[in-house]
C-alpha cells in the first residue's frame, strides 16, 4: 500500500536523519506519534502527502521583469512584426521554425528540441483581462492569481498548500532565494526558501570552532520536542485525538517549537542531500543555473517536495534589447536543456513539470532606445516528460491591439488550473475560486 | 460586567511592566522595567500616551525634500528624444531612490530605538501596516517620508481626521490609484480599499457603495512640480450620489464621516488595534468592548489607547508573552537587550526582507498578516542566525566571507564593491559585560537566572534553565567572553525568545 510505504520512509527519515547527526539526539516517542498521526490523516480528505519517490514535482520558474514574448515565440511570418521592429526583428533565417506562423528564438535551440522530442507544449498569448503594466502590480497577480480589480494577499502556490497539504512537511514547497515569493504566501505559511543550502541551517557561533559540535548539541536540545511540555504526550490522548493537524490549531508556543523541530529536520535532510547529490550534467554559470541545479539535486535526493520555485531577473530590457535579450535567451535554454538532461540522467524527468511566466510581455512596436516597453500578452513554455506537446492558443494578432499592446487569448489561471487538476491533482476552484477552461497540455 | 476593568495596583510588577513595554513600546532593558515598575501603571501609561502635543513633529532626514518631478521627468524625455545617454541619468535616479529609501528606513528605525515618544512610533508603525503602502509602486522616498510623516502626526489623533489626511496623502493616492480616478474614466481601487481594508471591512458596503464613492473622490489630484496633493476643483463630480443610505452631492470627506460613523468601522479599528497590541484571536465580547469604548471617545486614539494599555485584559495570561515579534520588533527589542546599535542600513534592509517585514514595502495593500505568519522554517533559523551576527558580529559568518574581503580580486570594480560591502557588513561583538557580571560568570545557575530576567518575559521551563546551566557547566572553568556570547545566542536560538 503507498500510503503505509510512505510512512515507513518518513518514520524512518525521521530516526535515520535525527540520529545521524547528534548522538545524544534520541527520538522521542511522542514524535514518531504526532506524524503518524498527520500521515494518517492525510490519507483522508482533500489532503495529500508529499512521497518523495514517486509524487509529480511542479517547477515555476518566474521570468521577472516582462520578457519580451515576440522576440521568444516569434510570429515571424506576419510582416506586422516586421513592421514594427525595425531594429529588433529577428531575421526569418535563423528561427527555429515551429509552424509556418510562429517559430522560436534562435537561442532557444534546446527547447526546440523538446519541442521535437514532445516534451513541450508552447501556450500563446497568455494574459489576464485589464491587464496592468506595473511590474510590481501585474507580478502581484500572477503570484496571487488574483483578478486585476482585486487585491488577494495570498499567492496560488500558498493556497494550494493551505488547502491540500495541510500538515505535511515544509519541505513541501522550495523556492530558491532570499526571499518568499508571494506565490507561497499563505494562511499557513510553509515552504523554504534559501539561495544555497548552506545557508538553511542554524550556525554555531564561530568564533570558538573548537566548542562547535557542543553548541550545536545544546541546540538541538533547546529546539527538539520533548514529552513533558507537550499536552498530547502527558495526556495520553490517542493517535486519532492528537492534536495539531494544522499548525493554525496550536498554541502560539507548540507552533514556534513545532516550526523549530521542522526547521532542524529539513535543514538536516536537505544539507544531507545537498552533500551527497552532484550533478554529472555540466550546467552553463550564472544564478539561474544555480538555482535549477539545486533543484535538480534535491530532486535526486527524494526531497518531499511538490514545488519548486525559481526566479531570473533581467527581463526589462527598455534600451538596446537585442544583445541584452539574446543573452538571457541563451542563458535561459542552456540552463533548461542542462536541468532536462540532469533529470533524464537521474530518471526523474516523468515526474517533473517546469513553467515559465513572466509579469507581461512587451509593446508591439519597438521604442526609439532600441528597446520595448511593458506590454501584456506573452508566451509560457510547460515542459517535462509528460506533457502534450505542441502549440495552445492562437497567437494574438499584431494589428488588432489594445493601446499598442497585444490582446490576451488565454487567460494564465487557465495553465495554472490545469496544472493544479491535471498535475497536482488537487481540484482547481479550490485554490483560484473558480474554474477555467482546461487545456490539453497535460 | 467590564471587559476593560483596570489592572489592581498589586498585579503592577515588573512582569506586567515589561509587558507594557513590550507592546507599547519596543522593549526594555531589565532597569528600564524597573522603572517603570516603580513609577506605577498610571503614570506609566500616561507617560507613553500624553506625550507632548508636538511630538509628532519631527525632523525630516536631509535629504527628504519636494523636487519638481515633473521639470525632472520633461528633461529625461527630452534627453531621450535628443538621442542622449538618458540611461546613466535614470540610472541615477534610481540609486537616489534606493540610497533615500535606504536611509529613511534607517531613520525610522533609530526613532523605534530612541524617540522619547516610543509609543508614537509604534502607533506610526500599526498604521503603516494599516494603511500599507509600498515604495515599489511609489517610487520615491520624498512621498514615503511625507506619508510617515503624516501617519506620525496623526497616529494617536483622530481616526477620522487620519483618514482624510490619508485620502490626500501623494503616496497612497498612487498606490491606489486615487489620482487617476476620473468621472469619466472612474477608477475604485481606492473607494474599495478604503472600505474593505481601512474602515469598515468586507461585507458591509455594496458595490454600488463602491462606485458612489470613486464618483466623491474626484477632483484628487498631485501637484508634480511640488510633490504635494492638489485638489482640481473643476475635476469634481458634484453630481447626486448616493451612498449607504445617505443622498447628496457627496465629497470624500463627507464619505469618510459616514463610514466613520458605521458600527462596522469601530469594531474593524478596534480588532485591529487588539490584534496588533494584546493578542491573535480577539474574543467577540472583546472586540465589542473596545469598539463601544472607541465609540464613546468619538475615534480619538489617545483615550483608547490609554484604557487599553491599563486594563486587566492587557496583562491577562492569553496576552502575557504570547505575541510572536515582529521582524521590525525584533530587530530593534534585540538591539536593545544586547546594548547595542542597530546594524548597519544595509544588514537591516536585508535582514528584514529575509523576515519578511521590510518597511516601506509591505506585501501588498493588505499589510503584513502577522501573527504565527511571520514564522516558517526559513524565517526561523534566519532570526537564529540574524542573532549570531548582532551578538558575535561579521565573524561569525562563514570563514568571514562576506565581510573580510579578499584584497586581490577579479575585476576591480566588483573587488571594490565588495569592499564597501564588507565594510558596511563589518560589525564588531558584544560587550558582553555590559550586562554579564563579573561576579557570575563562574556560577551557571546564578548567570541563567539573570539573563533569563533579560531576554525572556515569560518563565521558562526548567528543561530551558537546565540546558542553559548545562551548556556553562560543559564549557567550565572557560568563562570567557565568547563563552557568554555562546550563552547568548543560545538564549535567542529558541521558540521563547521569539515571542513578547
Known amino acids: ?442 | 460586567m467590564n471587559m476593560l476593568a483596570q489592572l489592581p495596583a498589586s498585579l503592577w510588577n515588573d512582569e506586567t511592566a515589561a509587558h507594557l513595554l513590550n507592546r507599547a513600546r519596543f522593549g526594555a532593558t531589565p532597569a528600564e522595567i524597573e522603572s517603570a515598575r516603580k513609577k506605577g501603571l498610571v503614570p506609566m501609561v500616561r507617560e507613553l500616551v500624553d506625550v507632548r502635543a508636538d511630538a509628532g513633529n519631527v525632523p525630516p532626514p536631509a535629504w527628504a525634500k519636494p523636487r519638481n518631478i515633473r521639470a525632472a521627468r520633461m528633461a529625461l524625455k527630452a534627453a531621450k528624444e535628443r538621442g542622449e545617454n538618458f540611461r546613466e541619468t535614470a540610472r541615477q535616479f534610481r540609486m537616489m531612490e534606493g540610497d533615500e529609501i535606504l536611509d529613511l528606513r534607517r531613520w525610522w528605525l533609530e526613532r523605534m530605538m530612541n524617540s522619547p515618544a516610543p509609543l508614537l512610533e509604534k502607533m506610526t508603525l500599526f498604521w503603516h501596516g494599516h494603511f500599507a503602502t509600498s515604495v515599489q509602486k511609489v517610487k520615491d522616498g520624498y512621498w514615503m517620508w511625507l506619508q510617515n510623516d503624516t501617519l506620525r502626526r496623526n497616529a494617536l489623533g483622530n481616526f477620522a481626521t487620519l483618514v482624510k489626511a490619508i485620502s490626500r496623502d501623494p503616496a497612497m493616492m498612487i498606490y491606489l490609484d486615487l489620482q487617476q480616478n476620473r468621472e469619466a474614466r472612474p477608477n475604485e481601487n481606492w473607494a474599495r480599499e478604503l472600505m474593505e481594508l481601512f474602515t469598515v471591512g468586507i461585507g458591509n458596503y455594496t458595490e454600488d457603495d463602491i462606485r458612489a464613492a470613486a464618483r466623491a473622490f474626484t477632483g484628487y489630484r498631485i501637484d508634480m512640480t511640488t510633490q504635494q496633493f492638489r485638489f482640481a476643483r473643476m475635476e469634481q463630480d458634484l453630481g447626486t450620489k448616493k451612498f449607504m443610505g445617505h443622498t447628496g452631492p457627496l465629497n470624500g470627506d463627507n464619505v469618510i464621516d459616514i463610514l466613520v460613523r458605521q458600527p462596522a468601522c469601530s469594531r474593524f479599528i478596534g480588532r485591529k488595534l487588539w490584534r496588533f497590541f494584546v493578542e491573535d484571536e480577539p474574543s467577540q465580547e472583546i472586540v465589542d468592548a473596545i469598539a463601544s469604548r472607541i465609540r464613546a471617545h468619538n475615534f480619538e486614539m489617545r483615550p483608547v489607547l490609554r484604557e487599553i494599555f491599563s486594563s486587566a485584559e492587557f496583562y491577562s495570561d492569553r496576552a502575557m508573552g504570547t505575541q510572536i515579534k515582529s521582524p521590525v520588533q525584533y530587530i530593534v527589542q534585540t538591539s536593545k537587550l544586547l546594548e547595542t546599535q542597530l546594524a548597519s542600513p544595509i544588514v537591516v534592509q536585508n535582514a528584514m526582507r529575509q523576515m519578511g517585514q521590510i518597511l516601506f514595502a509591505p506585501p501588498n495593500v493588505k499589510g503584513w498578516d502577522g501573527g504565527k505568519a511571520w514564522i516558517t522554517t526559513s524565517t526561523l533559523l534566519f532570526r537564529y542566525n540574524f542573532a549570531n551576527y548582532l551578538i558575535s558580529g561579521d565573524a561569525m559568518l562563514p570563514a568571514g566571507q562576506a565581510a573580510r574581503a579578499k584584497p586581490q580580486d577579479a575585476g576591480f570594480r566588483r573587488s571594490v564593491q565588495r569592499r564597501q560591502l564588507a565594510a558596511q557588513i563589518k560589525r564588531d561583538p558584544i560587550d558582553v559585560s555590559k550586562f554579564v557580571p563579573d561576579q557570575l560568570r563562574d556560577k551557571p545557575r546564578q548567570l541563567v537566572d539573570l539573563l533569563s530576567g533579560r531576554f525572556f518575559r515569560t518563565r521558562l521551563a526548567e528543561k530551558e534553565t537546565n540546558t542553559f546551566v548545562q551548556f556553562l557547566e560543559s564549557r567550565k572553568p572557560d568563562t570567557s567572553d565568547a563563552t557568554m556570547r555562546e550563552l547568548v545566542h543560545l538564549m535567542m536560538s529558541t521558540p521563547q525568545f521569539q515571542l513578547a
Open chain 1, 1 to 442: 500500500m503507498k500510503t503505509k510505504n510512505t510512512l515507513q520512509t518518513r518514520r524512518e527519515f525521521l530516526r535515520t536523519s535525527m540520529l545521524g547527526v547528534a548522538a545524544t539526539w534520541t527520538l522521542p516517542v511522542f514524535l514518531e506519534k504526532t506524524f503518524f498521526a498527520l500521515d494518517a490523516m492525510a490519507v483522508n480528505a482533500v489532503t495529500q502527502t508529499a512521497t518523495g519517490k514517486d509524487g509529480t514535482i511542479l517547477v515555476v520558474l518566474q521570468l521577472a521583469g516582462g520578457n519580451d514574448g515576440l522576440n521568444t515565440v516569434v510570429p515571424y511570418a506576419d510582416d506586422a512584426y516586421h513592421r514594427a521592429r525595425p531594429r529588433l526583428a529577428l531575421p526569418d533565417e535563423q528561427i527555429l521554425t515551429i509552424d509556418h506562423h510562429v517559430g522560436l528564438n534562435p537561442k532557444l535551440a534546446g527547447l526546440k528540441s523538446l519541442y521535437e522530442e514532445g516534451h513541450l507544449a508552447i501556450v500563446q498569448g497568455v494574459g489576464y483581462p485589464n491587464p496592468n503594466r506595473s511590474h510590481f502590480r501585474s507580478t502581484e497577480i500572477w503570484q496571487t492569481a488574483s483578478d486585476a480589480d482585486r487585491n488577494e494577499t495570498h499567492g496560488w502556490l500558498g493556497r494550494y498548500f493551505d488547502n491540500c497539504c495541510s500538515g505535511t512537511d515544509p519541505t513541501i514547497g522550495v523556492a530558491i532565494g532570499e526571499e518568499m515569493p508571494q506565490a507561497f504566501a499563505a494562511k499557513n505559511p510553509t515552504g523554504i526558501t534559501f539561495s544555497r543550502p548552506e545557508q538553511f541551517r542554524w550556525r554555531a557561533s564561530a568564533s570558538n570552532t573548537g566548542h562547535m559540535s557542543t553548541e550545536e548539541i545544546f541546540f538541538r536540545q533547546l529546539n527538539g520536542f520533548d514529552e513533558e511540555n507537550t499536552p498530547a504526550a502527558t495526556d495520553g490522548a490517542s493517535i486519532g485525538t492528537l492534536p495539531g493537524t494544522s499548525k493554525s490549531d496550536l498554541s502560539t508556543l507548540d507552533f514556534l517549537q513545532r516550526t523549530a523541530l521542522d526547521a532542524q529536520l529539513s535543514s538536516d535532510k536537505i544539507l544531507a542531500i545537498a552533500r551527497k547529490y552532484k550533478s554529472t550534467v555540466p550546467y552553463p554559470q550564472g544564478r539561474l543555473a544555480a538555482s535549477l541545479n539545486i533543484i535538480a539535486r534535491m530532486i535526486a535526493g527524494g526531497l518531499t517536495t511538490r514545488v519548486y520555485y525559481a526566479s531570473h531577473g533581467g527581463f526589462d530590457t527598455h534600451a538596446g534589447q537585442f544583445n541584452t535579450h539574446e543573452r538571457l535567451m541563451t542563458e535561459l535554454n542552456d540552463t533548461i536543456a542542462a536541468f532536462v538532461a540532469d533529470l533524464k540522467q537521474q530518471g526523474n524527468f516523468e515526474r517533473v513539470l517546469l513553467i515559465t511566466f513572466s509579469e507581461f510581455g512587451r509593446r508591439v512596436a519597438e521604442n526609439a532606445n532600441g528597446g520595448t516597453d511593458h506590454g501584456t500578452a506573452a508566451p509560457m513554455f510547460v515542459l517535462g516528460g509528460r506533457v502534450k506537446p505542441g502549440l495552445f492558443g492562437e497567437h494574438p494578432s499584431l494589428t488588432d491591439l489594445d493601446h499598442g499592446d497585444l490582446k490576451f487569448n488565454t487567460d494564465f489561471r487557465s495553465v495554472y488550473g490545469t496544472v493544479l487538476d491535471s498535475w497536482l491533482n488537487t481540484p482547481s476552484q479550490i485554490v483560484l475560486g473558480r474554474k477555467f477552461p482546461w487545456l490539453a497540455i497535460l
